[in-house]
């Protein structure tokens, strides 16, 4: 990861939600050669050609009732899934892959974004996250031309468009977000649609169109990222109405047990019996694999999965179950799913958990002792979780039986996996409103604010006094600039003269993101007490007592 004199950004988060294309305001993307507004007369031959008046005339929506075919790794069918995709004409849909217990979903209902995992976690999705799930699930269900609804401003891309497609640009007027759909110009019906956020492009491809009661919806859609398939759904019937509620449900994951008899509190210290806290502030716990071997594992709320080393799945005999796809600061890597038995965590126990694999000698270099993986999301969304610097202590609690009566809460939101907190920054250069930045257990640094963030708020002055930063990831290195912030606010709390890193150059992963600012790392945290419950969408950060 870093040399000791460096700064740290463990941006590792496991890229497993959905992708959208997205330009920050400031950016210095050029825009396409030519684009003019698509002539209304071209989406009404559109929606002619999809049947739209006929296929959202009926207001009780439609379901679609199919299977999914998973690709494997040499890109031929593997196992096959029941598919369920409902959706209304007002914008609610509801797509559900898998039964009996462990189905995965991901819907709207007019007013919540959400995904569910097959173990009952839902998150409910807010900033990027949202606008990406929105978008993937109007372009499915033909929901972008729903008359009487303007939920894209659609441009023609004529330069792109060939004799024998028509190819446009979808944005959204609120946010910075971009799909290209691809038109069949002899049938005028949409032949693809792609999706590109932080460097990574989902296409999904109609292969397939059936018709039924005059509106045509595609029977087969084939879904790929960065060119190679993940899935293809094909449907082979459907019908009128939906289920009666597309709400996301509560959050209930079904793998988890916490034994009352055993602490809450993982007891640090200068030895760390339990846990353990490094010079740049990040903490560490002691877990039990498989009931049988003890290891130590990041707390790293950036990362999107658990994590563990080749050496230590090996060891264990842990089963390779598929392939996830990594991306971070400089990159990304595909790497393999390993599933064990049971995960132990002081009080807490999680039954057949996953980890992606992960080399981890730079762990070990930033702690100073061996690491052997990292614990993601899954923990976060399973305990209410508090990182005490000061006392150098973990505590797990149990959601269900816990209060924090008297803590100054702040909300949090949900940007795929990771939490993200309202904040401000005021330097001598320049001030910037309420934006909002990702908290980032796995970095050392204080605040990251991106590079489009420094420029749209002129945050970076004149260069010449500024010290230079290296942030290291597993997958490359950026640069950056180390400046004095006259005041930060970040959930609540105020820093007031507080050293912070402006990236100097865009950077490709989690901080090309224009919906967040940046990242909030532990040197933000020292002395602090953190308390994180997301099952509540809230935090609360104060004085160690």
Not at 139 to 156: A, E, I
Not at 448 to 475: H, I
């Amino acid at each position: 990861m870093r040399a000791p004199s460096r700064s740290v950004l463990c941006r590792l988060g496991a890229a497993l939600a959905l992708f959208a294309c997205a330009w920050p305001t400031g950016c210095r993307e050029p825009l396409p050669v030519r684009i003019e507004t698509a002539e209304p007369d071209l989406m009404e031959e559109i929606r002619r050609a999809v049947g739209a008046r006929a296929l959202f005339g009926e207001r009780r929506g439609t379901t679609m009732f199919g299977r999914r075919i998973t690709a494997t790794a040499d890109g031929s069918p593997g196992p096959e899934r029941p598919l369920v995709l409902s959706f209304r004409p007002t914008g609610a849909f509801l797509l559900t892959v898998g039964r009996g217990g462990l189905e995965t979903a991901r819907g709207f209902d007019g007013s919540a974004a959400w995904t569910q995992t097959d173990r009952d976690v839902v998150r409910r999705q807010s900033l990027g996250g949202r606008e990406h799930l929105l978008t993937d699930g109007w372009l499915r269900t033909m929901q972008w031309l729903t008359p009487g609804y303007d939920r894209f401003v659609v441009s023609l891309d004529e330069r792109a468009s060939t004799s024998d497609e028509i190819v446009l640009e979808l944005t959204r007027s609120s946010e910075p977000l971009r799909a290209t759909v691809r038109i069949d110009r002899a049938t005028r019906r949409p032949r693809s649609f792609a999706l590109t956020r932080l460097g990574r492009t989902r296409v999904v491809t109609f292969e397939e169109w059936a018709m039924e009661d005059g509106a045509w919806l595609p029977s087969r859609m084939a879904e790929s990222l960065d060119g190679a398939t993940l899935h293809v759904d094909v449907f082979d019937r459907r019908g009128a109405g939906t289920p009666r509620t597309l709400s996301p449900p509560r959050s209930r994951p079904t793998d988890t047990s916490f034994d009352e008899n055993t602490g809450d509190v993982l007891a640090g210290g200068a030895l760390g019996k339990d846990s353990r806290i490094d010079p740049g502030g990040r903490c560490y716990a002691r877990v039990v694999l498989n009931e049988e071997r003890e290891a130590w594992m990041l707390l790293d709320t950036g990362f999107g999965s658990h994590a563990l080393s080749p050496e230590v799945a090996n060891e264990l005999g842990l089963p390779t179950t598929g392939r996830a796809s990594l991306s971070g600061v400089g990159g990304g890597e595909s790497v393999a799913w390993r599933s064990a038995g049971t995960l132990t965590i002081g009080s807490m126990t999680v039954e057949r958990p996953r980890f992606v694999e992960l080399d981890t000698p730079f762990l070990s270099e930033q702690a100073g002792f061996p690491v052997d993986g990292v614990l993601g999301a899954p923990l976060f969304e399973r305990a209410v979780v508090v990182l005490d610097d000061a006392r150098s202590t973990i505590e797990l609690h149990d959601p269900r039986r816990f209060r924090g009566r008297g803590l100054d809460w702040q909300p949090i939101v949900l940007d795929g996996t990771s939490p993200c907190v309202r904040g401000r920054v005021r330097t001598a250069d320049g001030e910037t409103p309420e934006l909002w930045f990702r908290l980032d257990t796995g970095s050392d640094d204080t605040l990251t604010v991106a590079r489009w963030a420094v420029q749209r708020f002129d945050l970076e002055g004149e260069q010449a006094g500024l010290g230079t930063r290296s942030l290291v990831g597993p997958f490359g290195i950026i640069r950056g600039w180390r400046k004095i912030a006259i005041a930060i606010e970040l959930a609540g709390a105020n820093y007031r003269r507080t050293e912070i890193t402006l990236l100097r150059q865009e950077a490709p992963g989690p901080l090309s993101d224009p919906w967040i600012a940046g990242n909030v790392g532990t040197g933000s945290l020292r002395g602090r007490r953190v308390v994180l419950d997301l099952s509540r969408e809230r935090i609360a950060i104060g004085e160690s007592q």
